[in-house]
């Protein structure tokens, strides 16, 4: 259950420029507005500021952010962040997610199987080398130009290091720049600190994007370097007091895609085709986990990592349909598009430089259209196999044999060599397997994929021949070997020969159905994303040739810094205060799910200071991919770690709003207290506050 919900929109969307406002913005670290901070608040990063944010702050390569906080590599994260760690060191009769772990010395500290940090070293413009390869190039020329310019870069970078080393080369400002992102990899992440799922998700669904809360939303892993704690020299200081009200505060993570560059026909049509069929699909999907929790106790163990996501997801996609359909903010874009094109047209200088973008997206968007249930279904999105971990390591290693044997320049950008040492990991990684569990979704979404293809169709017929959904899911997951890492390991091991050799049901099924998953990615890439990218492309050179570049890029799930201020706002009328307190935690508790304290806090509330803040907002501009970061101060210490955001933050994907968008975070006085006195931890407590072992 190796999963992250991010899926759904992956590979679909494409990234723009955005104008900003007030204290707006997710900014590169090369690219930071030093004017408009000292201007709003009297600070200018220094260089050292902001090489020890660079560094101290962390990706987790599953979709969260994270960041050091002591010197022997312990890094802070959200508890949500981890749960495919617990939910995989949770075997036999243990539930960490739901029970916790506490690491009391540094030998009870195990290796999570599936986490990899990326530490960023360094960000490199290679604008020009890109353009100069994709230059008068269009649809699968573009696609392969790109593929073959990437490759090179990306192995310039890793100088045959892979191992060490990662390097993505990142598209901004829709391709009117391009970086190389070097990251320092580490693979031997251990648990060291996880609460109860009942005070890290207190509230559940009905707190879910809402404030006042009262979460203690952390888990404390420890970074390894050949068996011993890392040696991390930069990391966040700890700040016992947290922040106050009106503190200048900075969130430094990894916001995952954002869109407010789009114009608004790439925003309807990702709105009607995308959106609104993905959010039916996760409503189904909830639906199969509820019935299959109901079981027993053991169900919901193996369903909880995944059911925690899709609730999750539903959540945020109802309030990004909530944007798109706001006519106010309809309105708003396609003001800004005709502003646009108005201004591209005024001359026939402009008229010939820029050509007529817009109805390149037209035939772009009609294309995706065509081909956009195909694609969700075989290849990328809420569709066939997606929740079956057990196809997904099957593909993966279907794939990874048929592209290794491949120039690194041709094949598919995630198997390039740079990335290799990443889908090793996770394909390799010792996780838990539940054969129910796997033949629940995999039955699911083998209905599904007959459902939107319709009976007739031949993929339909070679997948499932004479069988029902329920018959073949029972067959392929009792046959499949594959849920011992030992056998994905001598198949990855193998290669090409290997996958051929095999006769695993579920390497078949992979195999079945390759030819016909790459057709439709190769049509998706070549006819939609390739006439996209350049188009694009030409509109946001369009935007600088009239507005300059002092706007920032549209979140990449890469590193990126926002500035702004421990703020309430209001709501209906009335005040939100930006501080929830101790007190307010017992106040709230009723004894019934999810309001049900931990006893490890009913039998601690005696000895806590009911005044600990324990969680605050600020207006800094986050989204999905910040979960995890670090809440910091003018000297970089950190004061909060971001868990959420609130129901207004939901839209900030397409547009950000500073009088009610605000991030949630945990406040780091409550960490301390808790860690101290909930949980009996002076070591842990000791390494937070003095920075060491």
């Known amino acids: 259950m190796k999963q992250v919900i991010c899926f759904a929109l992956t590979g679909l969307l494409a990234a723009g420029a955005g104008a900003a406002i007030a204290d707006e913005g997710m900014w590169t670290m090369d690219h930071l507005p030093t004017k408009q901070m000292q201007q709003r608040y009297g600070f200018t990063p220094s260089p050292q500021w902001i090489d020890l944010v660079q560094h101290a702050a962390l990706r987790l390569a599953e979709g969260c952010s994270g960041s050091f906080v002591s010197a022997n590599g312990l890094v802070m994260t959200n508890h949500h962040c981890a749960n495919a760690c617990l939910s995989q060191l949770s075997k036999g009769h243990e539930d960490y997610m739901s029970s916790g772990y506490v690491a009391l010395k540094q030998e009870d500290e195990p290796k999570c199987p599936d986490v990899e940090l990326n530490q960023l070293e360094s960000i490199t413009d290679v604008t020009a080398q890109v353009n100069a390869a994709t230059a008068g190039k269009n ?36 391709g009117g720049r391009y970086a190389m992102y070097k990251y320092r990899r ?60 009106g503190d200048m505060t900075f969130v430094v993570g990894n916001p995952g895609s954002t869109r407010r560059g789009l114009t608004w026909s790439e925003l309807s049509a990702l709105r009607d085709d995308q959106l609104v069929p993905t959010y039916a699909l996760l409503s189904e999907v909830r639906g199969v986990l509820w019935q299959y929790a109901r079981a027993g106790q053991q169900q919901t163990k193996e369903s909880e990592e995944l059911q925690f996501g899709i609730e999750n997801a539903i959540k945020v996609y109802s309030g990004w349909l909530q944007t798109l359909n706001d006519e106010k903010f309809i309105q708003q874009k396609q003001q800004q598009d005709a502003g646009l094109r108005q201004w591209m047209a005024a001359t026939p200088e402009r008229r010939a430089k820029y050509g007529d973008p817009w109805s390149d997206l037209q035939h772009a968007q ?31 290693l279907v794939r990874a044999a048929a592209e290794r044997n491949q120039p690194d320049g041709q094949r598919l950008p995630e198997f390039r060599e740079a990335n290799l040492p990443a889908v090793q990991h996770e394909v390799e990684s010792d996780v838990p397997f539940y054969p129910q569990y796997e033949q629940t979704v995999l039955a699911w979404s083998l209905g599904k994929l007959r459902q939107a293809l319709g009976a007739d169709d031949p993929t339909v017929h070679e997948v499932l021949g004479k069988q029902s959904p329920e018959q073949l899911a029972q067959q392929l997951v009792s046959g499949s070997k594959l849920g011992d890492a030992a056998v994905r390991k001598q198949l990855w091991d193998g290669g090409e020969k290997a996958i051929e050799a095999s006769s695993d049901p579920m390497i078949l099924l992979a195999r079945k159905v390759d030819a016909e998953s790459r057709k439709v990615r190769k049509e ?23 507005e300059g570049t002092s706007s920032y890029p549209d979140a990449t799930f890469t590193m990126r810094l926002s500035y702004g201020k421990v703020v309430g706002w209001n709501e209906n009328g009335e005040p939100v205060p930006p501080f929830t307190h101790f007190d307010g935690l017992y106040k709230r508790a009723t004894g019934a799910d999810p309001f049900k304290l931990p006893d490890s806090w009913i039998k601690a509330q005696g000895s806590l200071d009911m005044s600990t803040p324990m969680n605050f907002v600020s207006d800094n501009d986050i989204i999905g991919g910040n979960s995890g970061s670090p809440v910091i101060d003018r000297q970089g210490h950190a004061v909060g770690l971001i868990f959420d955001g609130n129901i207004h ?45």
């Open 139 to 174: 649809g699968a020329d573009r696609i392969k130009a790109e593929r073959e310019i990437g490759s090179k870069l990306e192995q310039a970078c890793v100088s045959g290091d892979a191992k060490t080393w990662r390097c993505d080369m990142i598209t901004l400002y829709n």
């Open 524 to 546: 998706y890439e070549d006819e939609v994303k390739a006439p996209t990218d350049k188009a694009d492309e030409t509109i946001a050179k369009a935007r600088f040739d009239r």
């Open 186 to 245: 580490y693979q031997d992440v251990r648990l060291v600190f996880a609460p109860e799922q009942s005070i890290a998700f207190f509230g559940g669904d009905p707190d879910n994007f809402n404030f006042p809360r009262y979460d203690l939303d952390v888990t404390f892993f420890r970074a390894y370097v050949d068996g011993k704690p890392a040696n991390t020299p930069q990391f966040f200081k700890f700040d016992t007091q947290g922040p106050k009200d």
């Open 649 to 693: 933050s939901i839209g900030g994907d397409f547009v950000y709003d500073g009088s009610n968008n605000r991030s949630v975070a945990v406040d780091t006085a409550a960490l301390v207290e808790s860690v101290r006195k909930v949980y009996n931890l002076p070591r842990l407590a000791d390494e937070l506050t003095q920075g060491h072992l």
């Open 366 to 396: 009609q294309r995706s259209k065509d081909l956009s249930v195909r694609f969700r279904m075989l290849e990328r999105g809420v569709g066939f196999g997606q929740f079956a971990q057990l196809f997904q390591d099957a593909r993966t």
